[in-house]
């Protein structure tokens, strides 16, 4: 297996994969049964052995349990790893209820992270979201102190709003913004996607099949106890318009010998050298395919065809889940 490629997180920022493994499916977190472990853990293990650095997770995933399953899988193996890491979401019995991103909480959170990690430093630290309970500017500013008492080596956010973005990066040189981002969720487009690309800051993309969307595979109706019925874009007529849509790609995957999963990572690899995308996976036989993925390229007419048929408002109803 050919190794992958690299891209650069930030003005003078690390080089990392330009895939990025997801490891929020590697433990339970809206209540379902945890992976396998050891599968999990293989996983991980050999996705860095085909040179996939950049392991994502959350403090909040499992309630701690996939930190502490990362930090067995690098065990003896740190430097081979880019580690980041989401803090801030508060979760009760596998439900969310809030955010927490007050100082005292952050430094309180960074430990528990080292600890479960059993690292020293966390590569790329970020808060998960932003609620306007706390500014900005003190939260990355909590952050750039645990910089500089050598907790944290990069800071990363997530899911914010291009102004928030403006602020954050004035405090402190953000490396990297993580967000949802797929040919069925192009509203950054407008203006989150042109302010990181203006201040150089790197894109790691998740939700790149919304939700499974995208992935070809997708049936109406979903099945009563599908978690995606939730969600407006699944529901009754909106799913029936939405799979409509979806078959374009089913067709160009067929033409181009490879499946919807890998065009939808592919349209979002191809947005931008700073792009990163961010794929959930938990076993082990999903990386040679999504690892080829990063590979397709598209005509120009494909790529119009694409951005056509999934034009911002295409999709009816929203939304997708953080990783």
């Given at each position: 297996?050919?190794?992958?490629?690299?891209?650069?997180?930030?003005?003078?920022?690390?080089?990392?994969?330009?895939?990025?493994?997801?490891?929020?499916?590697m433990?339970?977190?809206?209540?379902?049964?945890?992976?396998?472990?050891?599968?999990?853990?293989?996983?991980?293990?050999?996705?860095?052995?085909?040179?996939?650095?950049?392991?994502?997770?959350?403090?909040?995933?499992?309630?701690?349990?996939?930190?502490?399953?990362?930090?067995?899988?690098?065990?003896?193996?740190?430097?081979?790893?880019?580690?980041?890491?989401?803090?801030?979401?508060?979760?009760?019995?596998?439900?969310?209820?809030?955010?927490?991103?007050?100082?005292?909480?952050?430094?309180?959170?960074?430990?528990?992270?080292?600890?479960?990690?059993?690292?020293?430093?966390?590569?790329?630290?970020?808060?998960?979201?932003?609620?306007?309970?706390?500014?900005?500017?003190?939260?990355?500013?909590?952050?750039?102190?645990?910089?500089?008492?050598?907790?944290?080596?990069?800071?990363?956010?997530?899911e914010?709003?291009?102004?928030?973005?403006?602020?954050?990066?004035?405090?402190?040189?953000?490396?990297?913004?993580?967000?949802?981002?797929?040919?069925?969720?192009?509203?950054?487009?407008?203006?989150?996607?042109?302010a990181?690309?203006?201040?150089?800051?790197?894109?790691?993309?998740?939700?790149?099949t919304?939700?499974?969307?995208?992935?070809?595979?997708?049936?109406?109706?979903?099945?009563?106890?599908?978690?995606?019925n939730?969600?407006?874009?699944?529901?009754?007529?909106?799913?029936?318009?939405?799979?409509?849509?979806?078959?374009?790609?089913?067709?160009?995957?067929?033409?181009?010998?490879?499946?919807?999963?890998?065009?939808?990572?592919?349209?979002?690899?191809?947005?931008?050298?700073?792009?990163?995308?961010?794929v959930?996976?938990?076993?082990?036989?999903?990386?040679?395919?999504?690892?080829?993925?990063?590979?397709?390229?598209?005509?120009?007419?494909?790529?119009?065809?694409?951005?056509?048929?999934?034009?911002?408002?295409?999709?009816?109803?929203?939304?997708?889940?953080?990783?």
């Amino acid at each position: 297996m050919k190794n992958i490629k690299q891209i650069q997180l930030g003005h003078d920022g690390p080089l990392v994969s330009s895939l990025g493994l997801g490891c929020m499916r590697m433990s339970s977190i809206w209540g379902g049964p945890t992976p396998d472990e050891s599968e999990s853990m293989a996983t991980i293990n050999q996705a860095l052995d085909f040179g996939i650095n950049f392991l994502n997770t959350g403090d909040f995933y499992g309630a701690g349990h996939n930190e502490m399953l990362i930090g067995k899988a690098i065990r003896g193996r740190r430097d081979d790893a880019f580690i980041s890491v989401k803090f801030g979401a508060i979760f009760h019995n596998g439900q969310w209820i809030g955010l927490d991103l007050r100082p005292n909480s952050i430094k309180n959170f960074i430990n528990y992270s080292l600890t479960r990690l059993g690292i020293d430093t966390i590569d790329l630290y970020q808060p998960s979201r932003m609620d306007n309970s706390v500014p900005v500017e003190e939260i990355i500013g909590t952050v750039a102190d645990l910089v500089k008492e050598g907790k944290v080596r990069h800071i990363g956010v997530s899911e914010i709003t291009a102004e928030q973005l403006q602020k954050a990066h004035a405090v402190y040189p953000i490396s990297a913004l993580e967000i949802g981002y797929s040919l069925a969720d192009r509203q950054i487009e407008d203006q989150l996607l042109p302010a990181a690309r203006a201040l150089g800051i790197a894109v790691v993309a998740f939700a790149n099949t919304a939700e499974g969307l995208l992935t070809g595979e997708m049936t109406a109706p979903l099945s009563d106890n599908d978690y995606r019925n939730h969600f407006s874009r699944f529901q009754h007529e909106n799913l029936v318009h939405n799979l409509e849509k979806v078959a374009l790609l089913k067709q160009l995957a067929s033409e181009k010998g490879c499946t919807p999963t890998q065009l939808a990572i592919a349209w979002v690899k191809q947005q931008g050298d700073q792009i990163m995308p961010l794929v959930s996976m938990s076993k082990r036989s999903r990386l040679p395919e999504n690892i080829a993925a990063t590979e397709i390229e598209f005509t120009a007419a494909e790529m119009s065809a694409l951005k056509t048929t999934f034009a911002i408002g295409a999709i009816k109803g929203g939304t997708y889940l953080a990783r």
